[in-house]
T-cell receptor, first 117, second 109 residues
Framework: GAVVSQHPSRVICKSGTSVKIECRSL??????MFWYRQFPKQSLMLMAT?????????EQGVEKDKFLINHASLTLSTLTVTSAHPEDSSFYIC?????????????FGPGTRLTVT | GNSVTQMEGPVTLSEEAFLTINCTYT??????LFWYVQYPGEGLQLLLK?????DKGSNKGFEATYRKETTSFHLEKGSVQVSDSAVYFC????????FGTGTRLQVFP
C-alpha cells in the first residue's frame, strides 16, 4: 500500500509553453501533498505544500504564479509550470501524506524529468 | 539554517563488502533524522529513522545511530548485496524534511 504515481515520467516542451505534471495517491487518501525539485547532484528542495481543497503554501523563493499547484481531490495534485524556460528544466518529485501522520511520513512518487528546449 | 551534508558518490563496492555512507547535519533544536532509499525508477522510501540522541535506527540490515555530539547519522551495513544498489538520502525533520544530496551506491557481484 501507499503508492504514489506521477505522470508523465519524462516531458520535453518548448520554451514559453506550459506543462502539467500529475501526482496521484493510488491506494490511500492524501490530505497533504508536497512538491519537490531536484537539480543534478543537489538535494531535493521543497517547493510547496498543498492541502486538499486549500491554496498551496509556497517556500520562500518559489514563484507561485509560475508553478501553479492544484490539490482538488484527496488523490490528485497537479503542478503546472507556466511559460516554461530552460532554467526550469529539472526533476520534479511529489509526495503524499495521509491525514494525522507526522511530517516525515511521506510517500514519494518516482519523479518527472522536465526538459525545456 | 538547517542542513544536511552527505558524502558524494558513487560508492562502488563488491558484494558482501562493508558499507558506510557518512551524513552530518546542522540544525537548531533536536530534529529527527532519516535515511531514505531510492531504487531505480521508483520513489524515495523511508529506510530507517531515529528521533532522539543515541537512538539507533535499523532496517533490512542497515543501521544508523543518532550522534548528537558529532551531529552525525552515518549509514552502515555489514554485508551489501547487489540488490542494495540505489541512491541513499540522509534527511532531517524540523517542520519539513530537509534532504542531503544523495549518495549513489553501486554493488557488483
Amino acid at each position: 500500500g501507499a503508492v504514489v504515481s506521477q505522470h508523465p515520467s519524462r516531458v520535453i516542451c518548448k520554451s514559453g509553453t506550459s506543462v502539467k505534471i500529475e501526482c496521484r495517491s493510488l491506494d490511500f487518501q492524501a490530505t497533504t501533498m508536497f512538491w519537490y525539485r531536484q537539480f543534478p547532484k543537489q538535494s531535493l528542495m521543497l517547493m510547496a505544500t498543498s492541502n486538499e481543497g486549500s491554496k498551496a503554501t509556497y517556500e520562500q523563493g518559489v514563484e507561485k504564479d509560475k508553478f501553479l499547484i492544484n490539490h482538488a481531490s484527496l488523490t490528485l495534485s497537479t503542478l503546472t509550470v507556466t511559460s516554461a524556460h530552460p532554467e526550469d528544466s529539472s526533476f520534479y518529485i511529489c509526495s503524499a501524506r495521509r491525514g494525522g501522520q507526522g511530517p516525515y511520513e511521506q510517500y514519494f512518487g518516482p519523479g518527472t524529468r522536465l526538459t525545456v528546449t | 539554517g538547517n542542513s544536511v551534508t552527505q558524502m558524494e558518490g558513487p560508492v562502488t563496492l563488491s558484494e558482501e563488502a562493508f558499507l558506510t555512507i557518512n551524513c552530518t547535519y546542522t540544525a537548531t533544536g533536536y530534529p529527527s533524522l532519516f535515511w531514505y532509499v531510492q531504487y531505480p525508477g521508483e520513489g524515495l522510501q523511508l529506510l530507517l529513522k531515529a528521533t532522539k540522541a543515541d537512538d539507533k535506527g535499523s532496517n533490512k540490515g542497515f543501521e544508523a545511530t543518532y550522534r548528537k555530539e558529532t551531529t552525525s547519522f552515518h549509514l552502515e551495513k555489514g554485508s551489501v548485496q547487489v540488490s542494495d544498489s540505489a541512491v541513499y538520502f540522509c534527511a532531517l525533520n524540523t517542520d519539513k524534511l530537509i534532504f542531503g544530496t544523495g549518495t549513489r551506491l553501486q554493488v557488483f557481484p
